[in-house]
């Protein structure tokens, strides 16, 4: 790229991303998009996401850390490693050059996204037709999940520990659900409400079956009938709903958007798009790292990072002890405690977009732009910041130091005008460690709707970012 002269850097004026890239830029673009188009197309629940990453990852040569702690097998710089929990969440980790207790390097995403759950006991008929009870999960517009093609992703667990995967609606050949929604002519008292109150929560209920079974005296005929096709295709029975988790999920594949394909449209981009930029980073780290690299893939960011595939569980701390335990061969607390507080981090998760057609939500000078880059956000939170984490400036110098060597195409951004909104995400759960942590992601425009705009220069970009960051010698 060309380098700005003398004068030019006294005022900063953000650029367009593709007035700025080489040809072979262009081209690393297209096929980075590519590969993400079908690791999205595969990820639409937390579980499949961790499993593809799994495949990803072993398949680099990455081994399960928990051959290293059977064995007791000491960890040495350049061991590529990682550790599942729950088949949901994931650390994975290259160790580095450097003694653990001077800090890692580390890539936090989630891999969950807003949705929609089925209750546990979800089976019902009415109006002559079988549905299937939900409670939706994470930051939804409800109206916006209506009348849509849905498919079925998830696991049953039977009581023996027999796990029954279930995917329907994907493929062309397979039927696909919906959610119906009341006819114009009709919705008049709908019409009166706001848009939050359109669609009432116990109404996002999933039509699955219309058709009775041939059995005289057979009541809820219907409901039965969809049990059997259930049973006949999986072998469950109606119980087995109590220990299942069953997601709704939009039935469409992530597609290259615009004219000129320079964006992607799909499900769960937030955050999968950072996920998948962060574990790509991961892999391209061809040389050992100075510090120990680490990404952080979890679940439950979409509803506060509880339980214990959230990032409040103490999963990272756990493993961050076992690397210390097989690193050192003498465990120590105090240790443990200096790699935590002497780590940086990249809180990878997205921001919004500025959006032309709601230009209200926006103040445009800190408002991330389409193709202008990776996306930094020193701080989230809400109006008076509240629940952000707020980098320190000393960081945010680093962090510009790391960008602009690598001639990563970046910008800096809030989430919205002052007093309209705000977010959170995991920055602040890591920083009570005494990290330096930053908010660092891709840009979306439609954040939380069943399908997601993406630049793919920006998503290029994040993953360009996070593998500078990887490397970096902090000097």
């Known amino acids: 790229m060309k380098k700005e002269s003398k004068t030019s850097n006294i005022t ?8 700025k890239i080489s040809p072979d830029q262009l081209a690393n673009i297209k096929k980075f998009s590519q590969g993400y188009l079908n690791f999205l197309g595969k990820s639409k629940t937390e579980r499949e996401a961790h499993d593809e990453s799994v495949k990803i990852l072993d398949k680099a040569g990455f081994k399960n850390l928990e051959k290293f702690e059977k064995n007791k097998t000491a960890l040495k710089p350049g061991d590529k490693v990682y550790k599942s ?34 209750k546990q006991n979800p089976l019902y008929e009415a109006g002559e ?26 696991v049953f667990i039977k009581p023996n520990g027999k796990k ?21 002519h009709l919705a008049q008292a709908q019409n009166a409400k706001t848009m939050a109150k359109g669609i009432d929560g116990e109404n996002l209920d999933i039509i699955v079956g219309s058709i009775p079974v041939k059995e005289k005296g057979k009541k809820e005929a219907i409901k039965y009938n969809i049990l059997k096709i259930l049973n006949k295709k999986y072998g469950i029975v109606e119980k087995d709903f109590l220990s299942a988790e069953i997601e709704i999920v939009p039935a469409a594949a992530p597609r290259h958007a615009g004219l000129d394909e320079s964006m992607i449209l799909g499900y769960g981009q937030d955050d999968r798009v950072c996920a998948y930029a962060c574990i790509k980073a991961l892999l391209n780290l061809k040389q050992i790292p100075q510090y ?3 990404v952080l893939l979890c679940d439950k960011e979409e509803i506060g990072s509880v339980g214990a595939t959230g990032m409040a569980s103490n999963f990272f701390e756990n493993v961050s002890a076992e690397l210390v335990n097989l690193t050192y061969r003498n465990y120590s ?36 732009i389409i193709n202008h880059g990776l996306c930094v956000t020193k701080f989230t939170g809400s109006r008076g910041k509240g629940g952000a984490n707020d980098a320190n400036a000393e960081f945010m110098a680093h962090i510009r130091r790391i960008f602009d060597k690598a001639d990563i195409v970046w910008q800096t951004a809030e989430l919205g005008r002052v007093d309209v909104g705000g977010g959170g995400t995991i920055a602040y759960l890591m920083a009570r460690y005494g990290m330096n942590v930053i908010d660092c992601g891709v840009g979306l425009l439609s954040m939380h ?27």
């Open 129 to 154: 037709m079988a549905l299937l009870d939900t409670h939706y999960y994470g930051g939804i517009k409800k109206y916006q999940w209506v009348t849509i093609p849905l498919a079925i992703h998830g």
């Open 12 to 19: 900063y004026k953000r650029e367009n991303g593709y007035a």
């Open 449 to 475: 709707a069943p399908m997601e705009l993406a630049g793919k220069l920006d998503i290029y970009m994040a993953y360009a970012g996070y593998l500078a960051f990887l490397k970096d010698t902090r000097k």
């Open 164 to 184: 029954i995967n279930i995917t329907i609606g994907e493929n062309p050949d397979e039927p696909v659900l919906c959610i119906s929604d009341i006819l114009p």
């Open 333 to 368: 607390e105090l240790i443990l405690k200096r790699t935590l507080n002497n780590s940086w981090m990249l809180s990878a998760d997205v921001n919004a977009l500025l959006d032309p057609l709601f230009p209200g939500a926006f103040e445009k000078k800190n408002a991330a």
């Open 292 to 294: 120990t690299s680490c």
């Open 85 to 118: 929990c729950a088949g949901k969440t994931l650390m994975a980790a290259i160790i580095g050059k450097q003694p653990l207790e001077q800090g890692m390097h580390i890539l936090g995403a989630h891999t969950d996204s807003p949705r929609i759950d089925i």
